[in-house]
């Protein structure tokens, strides 16, 4: 739920929600762009191949190693959901888990925190609640990860749609009238939006830092090689 003071709401998807303060575009989790958050942003410095993944019946595999700073979304039909098997994670010990880290989003909302892994891991595997995966790859030393993915046939009750889980009915206390009722909602609006706000104002400035660092690395490494040439 997002306070918003715009008169109508945008289709926005994969966890995105209308800006309140553009009204116009939609404000996207970590990893994703685009007027409707549909699109990985892609990273210059960073050689992370096909960002845009389609999960099929068949098995494919994602992987990445080294430097790279990558978002991959991965989707399979509507109705199906993606099986997931976490086959290598390899990142130094001593590397800090904010920097260096994979992060798979394969729950209903994925705006929110997945798992994240910033060391050597055993096999996992899990299924995606909907038909929709966000793979979030930080490395600016060294690391790896591959994973395997497939569509598998929807078994959550929901089918694998690309909507929220179904909602529970809360019966509202007998001692609140309508007009309490109502007043508390919008507050409890109000306050989420403005914490939204801030958590995404942090998201932006942390993701536009990280991007010059990786543009002065890359930099330094172009500098350093025409320096030998020479």
């Excluded at 709401?9 to 994703?32: A, E, H, I, M, V």
């Amino acid at each position: 739920m997002h306070y918003s003071t715009c008169s109508s709401k945008l289709p926005c998807q994969n966890g995105g929600y209308t800006d309140p303060k553009t009204c116009n575009t939609c404000r996207c989790p970590s990893g994703l762009t685009g007027t409707f958050c549909d699109t990985p942003i892609q990273y210059q410095n960073s050689n992370c191949g096909t960002l845009n993944l389609n999960a099929t019946g068949t098995r494919a595999t994602l992987s990445q190693s080294g430097f790279g700073y990558c978002n991959f979304i991965i989707q399979a039909p509507v109705g199906q959901q993606i099986a997931i098997s976490v086959d290598s994670i390899r990142f130094n010990g001593f590397t800090p888990c904010e920097s260096n880290y994979v992060e798979i989003k394969y729950g209903w909302d994925i705006g929110n925190t997945g798992a994240r892994f910033c060391s050597s891991v055993r096999t996992r595997q899990f299924v995606s609640a909907t038909n929709t995966v966000l793979v979030l790859y930080r490395n600016l030393g060294t690391g790896s990860f591959s994973i395997t993915y497939s569509a598998v046939s929807g078994s959550n009750g929901g089918g694998g749609q690309t909507t929220q889980p179904p909602q529970t009915t809360t019966t509202r206390p007998w001692w609140l009238t309508t007009t309490q009722w109502c007043a508390k909602i919008e507050a409890y609006k109000m306050i989420l939006g403005i914490a939204d706000d801030f958590q995404n104002s942090m998201t932006d400035v942390i993701e536009e830092k990280r991007s010059l660092l990786l543009q002065k690395i890359d930099e330094l490494v172009t500098k350093k090689r025409s320096n030998k040439k020479h």
